[in-house]
């Protein structure tokens, strides 16, 4: 079973083609969602468009999938959410077409995992900047599992990233105390 059988596969818009000339009352606006604005949580620039650009927006359920190395999957929340997505991701967005039901989560934990990383090494393209050519990611082979093998499969992935959450803010926690504990011994005793 290929990718494209069970999920959309939509490729981001190409922001500089779609921006308007002029600003009026007839433009649309959009936030466009970049990686350093996620992760930094500053502010998404803004696109003006004469053109409805809905299409290519991101929805809660949907996979982002970065396509020029490093890859980044990332599963749209609420912040991403309603952000255009530019060229440089694909969405990848569950779809009903065949009768088959697959998990989200499921999805996103293959993509991520080494087997789909190895179908990724056969695909990848370029010599500079490497990346996946859209047609071969639609045709990204994917397990043929029913409903509940993908269920354990997703309450397994889900529970190990509450542990490795847990562990990285234990850590944090961890440094600070040590890190205080150092201090007072250079300051002699004192803050």
Not at 20 to 41: M, R
Not at 82 to 90: D, F, L, P, R, T
Not at 142 to 148: G, T, V
Not at 159 to 178: A, G, S
């Amino acid at each position: 079973m290929f990718l494209e059988d069970v999920t959309q596969i939509i490729i981001g818009v190409v922001v500089k083609r779609k921006e308007a000339k002029y600003k009026s009352t007839e433009t649309y606006q959009y936030e466009v969602f970049n990686l350093k604005s996620y992760e930094e949580k500053i502010n998404y620039d803004l696109l003006y468009s004469e053109e409805n650009l809905d299409s290519f927006r991101a929805k809660k359920g949907d996979i982002l999938l970065r396509l020029a190395f490093p890859l980044t999957i990332i599963e749209v929340d609420d912040e991403i959410e309603g952000k255009v997505i530019n060229n440089q991701y694909c969405i990848i967005r569950m779809s009903s077409i065949i009768n088959k039901t697959y998990n989200i989560d499921f999805i996103k934990w293959f993509l991520e995992s080494n087997k789909a990383k190895r179908q990724f090494e056969k695909i990848l393209i370029g010599t500079t900047i490497k990346s996946i050519p859209v047609i071969e990611l639609r045709k990204l082979e994917i397990p043929d599992l029913n409903s509940k093998e993908q269920e354990q499969i997703s309450k397994i992935v889900n529970t190990w990233n509450k542990q490795k959450n847990l562990y990285k803010r234990m850590l944090k926690e961890k440094d600070k105390y040590y890190d205080s504990i150092i201090n007072k011994l250079i300051n002699g005793g004192s803050k």
